[in-house]
């Protein structure tokens, strides 16, 4: 895992909790109404995919128990992880690209109703991402995975399947002057598309089929029965790589790439798609980024010009998250595919304690503000969710009362402890198991093992019947917690 070098070893903020009566008198802990997102609190859990799909993109029993677990903390918002809106296979990730992915997400929001007690909002995370392509053999990439072109032909003598053999064999050394960028790209890190990529129909025509495609999949989040879509305009995804200032993609007059104004244009007609199929209190948000984090990408003053525009177009919550980009993933095992939070940007998205002096709690801060500024500036009231770092009730409570944010967000301390937020309303904050912020959560989700926490998964192994992995060496959901006093 990428972090600063040299790095400084954080401690984790100590904390006072609060007791149950300033609890009930926080911010944290206030109602949110703001058009259609009414909240109980403004505490909420971000997308977090866990691995716990079927190969077929269904929800299993696996599903049920994680998503269970949250909603037992009662937080203000669960967003279900990161969902796919098309129905091509793509391992254990959830997908919602045709109707028969309906009942498993109906049994899913009902179980989040029963477990939170009907207190907990419940949305889903729409995703659309482009081809990547695991990394190759090289010699397997020579011969089968280059598209030789009349480059290749005049630098090399012979017939195609000669040209191929003669690559085939050529050190590491030789293979700059024989192959573009691209192409060492490709070989380096496995091929991944862009949306630039105007040479193949299928990237040219997003902006035809995404909005649709996003805008069937919202419809079958209604019928499942939650109560909204978080649309994904982050990270390394489709929509993001449209909103990214890298975004150079011309398609001629009101295109898609280029300037600001441009950039923002699919993702506003995805919006536009969505909310027009989609009942009239249907919650329609997005998560974006405060910073891209990568060289050229965009800043802060690119997520609050993006932010107006999308409070202006009727959106009702704006996410903010970080980083987490393609652009600076570390190279992959030959075999695997390239994961964008092994590099930078990706630290960026989920900081650990071994950080550079800003340290890793609430980088997002800065950026996020910005966005709310502008959002207000642009007279909407549209509410702001933060991420990033928070792990105590103090320093969401700061960024509330700072104005930062409308709503305070938080993974990994969730996912250390998923009882946290109502053991700090119930005054038993002392309880919280605290988060450590050394990703060993994530060390699991880029391997693409079942996502547990190192605090809870080998704990009382024997002691009950929640589910395990499959070799029995760790549970997949934390420990049942109820007060002492009940
Ligand atoms: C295991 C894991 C899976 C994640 N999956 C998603 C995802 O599906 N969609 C998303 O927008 N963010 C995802 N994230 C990022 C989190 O939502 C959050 O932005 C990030 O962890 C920083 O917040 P934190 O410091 O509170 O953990 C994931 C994070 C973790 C640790
Ligand atoms: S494994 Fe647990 S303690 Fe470690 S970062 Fe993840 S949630 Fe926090």
């Given at each position: 895992?990428w ?233 390394a ?55 891209e984090c990568i060289p050229g990408g ?25 980083g987490g980009k393609f652009e600076d993933a570390k190279q ?6 390239r994961?964008p939070y092994t590099g930078p940007s990706g630290y960026e ?138």
């Amino acid at each position: 895992m990428w972090h600063p070098d040299p790095f400084i070893k954080h401690p984790v903020p100590s904390t006072q909790p609060p007791t149950a009566q300033e609890a009930a008198r926080s911010r944290w802990f206030s109602p949110l109404r703001a058009g259609r997102l009414e909240l109980a609190e403004r505490t909420w859990v971000p997308a977090m995919v866990p691995w716990r799909a079927s190969d077929d993109g269904l929800v299993t029993p696996e599903v049920l128990a994680w998503y269970e677990r949250f909603a037992r903390g009662q937080p203000g918002a669960l967003v279900v992880e990161a969902t796919g809106i098309r129905d091509i296979p793509s391992g254990p990730l959830l997908r919602i690209g045709d109707d028969r992915f309906i009942p498993g997400l109906a049994e899913l929001v009902r179980t989040v109703r029963r477990a939170s007690g009907g207190r907990t909002r419940l949305f889903i995370q729409l995703i659309d991402f482009l081809r990547i392509r695991r990394r190759p053999e090289p010699e397997r990439y020579f011969r089968e995975f280059l598209v030789l072109t009349d480059r290749h032909r005049a630098l090399l003598p012979g017939t195609d399947g000669a040209i191929r053999e003669t690559l085939a064999r050529l050190p590491e050394t030789e293979w700059p002057r024989f192959l573009d960028e691209r192409e060492l790209e490709s070989l380096r890190f496995g091929e991944r598309e862009r949306v630039t990529d105007m040479e193949l129909p299928r990237i040219r025509e997003l902006p035809r089929v995404l909005p649709e495609l996003f805008a069937r999949a919202a419809a079958r989040a209604g019928q499942a029965g939650f109560d909204g879509v978080e649309l994904h305009f982050a990270h390394a995804y489709t929509m993001a790589s449209f909103l990214s200032a890298l975004n150079d993609r011309d398609d001629g007059y009101d295109g898609y790439g280029g300037r600001r104004a441009d950039r923002v244009r699919l993702p506003l007609e995805v919006h536009g798609a969505v909310r027009a199929a989609v009942s009239d209190r249907f919650v329609v948000g997005c998560r974006f980024l405060g910073e891209e984090c990568i060289p050229g990408g965009n800043t802060a003053g690119d997520a609050a010009w993006f932010g107006a525009e999308f409070a202006r177009a009727g959106m009702d919550y704006l996410s903010l998250s970080r980083g987490g980009k393609f652009e600076d993933a570390k190279q992959p095992r030959v075999g695997w595919a390239r994961y964008p939070y092994t590099g930078p940007s990706g630290y960026e998205c989920m900081p650990t304690v071994r950080s550079d002096e800003r340290g890793p709690f609430g980088r997002n801060a800065e950026a996020t503000r910005a966005v709310r500024d502008a959002v207000r500036a642009a007279g909407r009231r549209t509410p702001v969710v933060l991420s990033g770092g928070i792990s105590t009730f103090e320093q969401a409570e700061r960024l509330l009362r700072e104005g930062v944010a409308d709503i305070i967000a938080s993974a990994r301390q969730s996912l250390a402890d998923p009882d946290w937020f109502r053991k700090l309303r119930l005054g038993l904050g002392d309880e919280v198991r605290r988060c450590v912020f050394t990703n060993y959560c994530e060390g699991l989700d880029q391997v693409h093992k079942q996502v547990t926490c190192k605090l809870w998964d080998h704990l009382d192994l024997d002691g009950d019947d929640a589910p395990r992995t499959a070799d029995g060496r760790r549970r997949l959901v934390a420990p049942a917690w109820e007060p002492a006093s009940r």
